[in-house]
């Protein structure tokens, strides 16, 4: 598979990924390396990769605790001290292996340690491969609130080596398919139909759909680095999926969901928001709706969940002059940006969801 090459950097595929590693750090000559983990990389993914590395460059270990609460200034503030007390000078070497925890906070910390030091993301899981290692957004959340701080700053290159997704739980694969099937709806209708039946795929099947689903996302991103305009399509479902994601998150009586859950919700909400306000057709929102619950487990909402998950709309990124903007479709592969909608109409949306 071709490398592709996005805002700054390269994103590199299969048998390429380790080669063009070692190059890179045969050409650079980094003073230290440093591989970030969490424990779930540690155990199952880093010998593998320590394997791949041709080099006699110093090699530190450092390892975050798994999981979206983890994803902290409180956790960047350990890596930064661990970097410090390691000797990691402005010509070290971060390199990131692990899911968008891993990638989104480890990028975060290399571009704000010492004004900032290279790094290279290796993304082990499906969501990390297809959405959080590419387009550059670092960051961490505020409390439960999703990625309230950060700023996009590019990884020198991002590995994709599909090996990886033999370590991950169903769960966690599902959660990916969110990102994928969200690019089919955004942009490329023919890519949608491809993701809307997978019964029958296998793992090259799933290497090529990484691949389209990454051209994707880069096309978009390089159009718009700064999201002021197209870049926002990419948010589709967000809105209210990383508000659902964060209720879920801190409410201790519900259980978490991941993040591909939450925005499969966020989804087919707005696709019925959609129909209401840019005319999606109501055959395509059926069609969106029956597609992500073949994958996805329906979860139930109470009035009080709905009020709570609304009050935290207005902390999305996208927000601008008291406005919670929205991401809508006119038709599957067609978008439109900064979209406001009606309270009475996310309540029918929600309602739709449970029917």
């Not at 230290?32 to 090699?59: A, G, M, P, R, Y």
């Not at 000797?87 to 692990?98: E, P």
């Not at 019925?272 to 306000?277: E, F, G, M, T």
Request: aromatic fraction near 8%; charge should be negative; include cysteine.
């Amino acid at each position: 598979m071709k490398s592709i090459q996005s805002v700054n950097n390269i994103i590199v595929f299969g048998q390429e990924v380790y080669s063009q590693l070692n190059t890179y750090i045969k050409e650079n000559q980094p003073s230290k390396l440093f591989l970030l983990v969490d424990e779930h990389t540690q155990t199952n993914c880093t010998s593998f990769f320590l394997q791949q590395l041709e080099t006699d460059i110093t090699i530190e270990i450092i390892e975050i605790e798994a999981g979206e609460e983890h994803k902290t200034i409180e956790t960047c503030n350990g890596v930064w001290q661990t970097l410090s007390e390691l000797d990691a000078d402005r010509k070290s070497l971060l390199l990131n292996l692990g899911g968008g925890v891993v990638t989104d906070l480890g990028g975060f910390v290399a571009s704000t340690f010492k004004r900032g030091i290279a790094y290279i993301n290796i993304p082990t899981t499906l969501l990390a491969m297809v959405d959080a290692s590419v387009g550059g957004k670092t960051g961490v959340d505020l409390g439960n609130l999703k990625n309230q701080i950060g700023l996009i700053s590019n990884a020198e290159m991002v590995l994709i080596d599909v090996g990886y997704l033999a370590t991950l739980p169903q769960n966690q694969m599902k959660s990916g398919l969110a990102e994928m099937l969200k690019h089919g709806l955004i942009q490329d209708q023919a890519y949608w139909k491809k993701m809307s039946d997978l019964s029958q795929l296998s793992l090259a099947d799933l290497e090529q759909l990484i691949y389209e689903s990454v051209i994707i996302k880069n096309n978009v991103v390089t159009e718009d680095l700064n999201e002021d305009g197209i870049r926002k399509t990419l948010n589709f479902g967000h809105t209210l999926g990383h508000a659902i994601e964060s209720y879920f998150l801190t409410n201790t009586e519900k259980k978490t969901l991941l993040h591909g859950e939450a925005i499969a919700i966020g989804m087919i909400l707005a696709a019925y928001i959609s129909n209401r306000i840019t005319n999606l057709p109501h055959e395509e929102v059926a069609e969106i709706k029956s597609v992500l619950l073949q994958t996805f487990e329906k979860v139930s909402f109470t009035e009080k969940d709905i009020e709570q998950i609304i009050e935290l709309m207005k902390y999305d990124k996208k927000n601008s002059h008291g406005n919670i903007n929205f991401v809508l479709l006119e038709k599957i592969g067609q978008c439109k940006i900064d979209c406001t909608v009606p309270n009475d109409v996310i309540y029918q949306a929600f309602a739709y969801y449970a029917e």
